[in-house]
């Protein structure tokens, strides 16, 4: 069911403690119960599962409910033991479960969404949840009433969320930010009010779309993976713009965890990997990449530049940019590789001659390491005080 991280990152590995079988569609979400040793699944076969640890060391599902459509997402308060489950048809049903997690009653049915439900989250403190949808829109209803107090449109879809004042931060419970990604690439930053809303800040870095987003609200940092196999930290509290690119994933970046007393990241990708990253670290941000119509090293021109090639009566090169210094370089004057842990680059990643030969042997120190959870991670979560961690996928196991 769960796999055990330890607090030290050059020494951590994950130790499979347990699998959960027996789903017949992909499981869209798996929680851990905290203070119980057991499981909550939604899959897209429809089925809600509450999943406790029996004597025998199995885990057998005490509550096994069906509900209309494919269950999407799911948000689970353990202190009032509501759950939320986003479905496929766009409703967000709410339950509760008893005391004894063997009996789960239906409280309230929100029309959020006309179109599958892809991210969710509720908060207590405002009696809201607030959900994001293949129907391009975040909305936010008000739980007490049952009504729909917002929505906000997007130009593609709205793929996942981060409500910060679930975090129960005093300054973000009287704001109601929620950060939004969605399938361009793009985190909207949105400030929510009854009946009204508005857009704070548009953050645009990666190049496929938002998978995972992760919000700690001591430091203010918000993380987010993407289909572009990579995470970028965005400094929100400091306020300068600054962001770290971290890339060591071979799929997209699905699922997201920063542990703060450990200063560490996890993150899980869709070819089952597991990465954890030392953030406690003084790390450096990858430079932007620099347009030239020639090589900056060699001045050699590039393939569009017409004028220059006729002009030396040469061939245009193509264009490369070195992941160090952010030049624009031709093939021959870009020919090494080398990781550069300090700007995230984990894997060997193109530089040019010039910053390879300034790159020592202690720069190429590992600030991560890498583990395999051997199946399609698709969602994860954490009970850092017990040092556990669940993941599922399509796949249909929970592991």
Known sequence: MAAEIHSRPQTARPVLLNKIEGHSDAVNAAVL????????????????????KRDSGQYWPSIYHTVSSPCSCMSYHHDSRRIFIGQDNGAVVEFLISEDFNKMN??????????????????????????TGHDKSVSW?????????????????????????VTRSLYDHETQHAFIGDYSGQITLLKLEKQTYSTITTLKGHEGSIGSLWWDPVQRLLFSGASDHSIIMWDIGGRKGRTL??????????????????????????????????????????????????????????????????DTKTLGLRQHHCRKCGKAVCGKCSSKRSTFPIMGFEFPVRVCDACFDTIKEEDQTPLATFHEGKHNIAHMDMDPSRGLMVTCGSDRIVK
């Open 106 to 131: 239906h409280v309230k049915t929100y029309p959020a969404h006309q179109n599958r439900v892809s991210g969710m989250v509720f908060s207590l403190e405002s009696e809201w949840v607030v959900s």
């Open 141 to 165: 209803m008000c739980t007490q009433s049952g009504s729909m107090l917002g929505r906000h449109y997007f130009t593609s879809w709205a793929s996942c969320l981060q409500y910060p004042s």
């Open 245 to 310: 690119l971290l890339q060591g994933h071979h799929e997209r970046v699905q699922a997201l965890r920063y542990l703060q007393f450990t200063r560490q990241l996890l993150s899980c990708s869709a070819d089952g990997g597991i990465a954890v990253w030392n953030m406690d670290t003084q790390r450096e941000e990858a430079p932007q990449w620099l347009d030239s119509d020639s090589c900056q090293k060699c001045e050699q021109p590039f393939f569009w530049n017409i004028k220059q090639m006729w």
């Open 33 to 52: 119960i905290p203070k119980e040793d057991g499981v909550i699944t939604v899959s897209e076969d429809r089925t809600i599962r509450v999943w406790l």
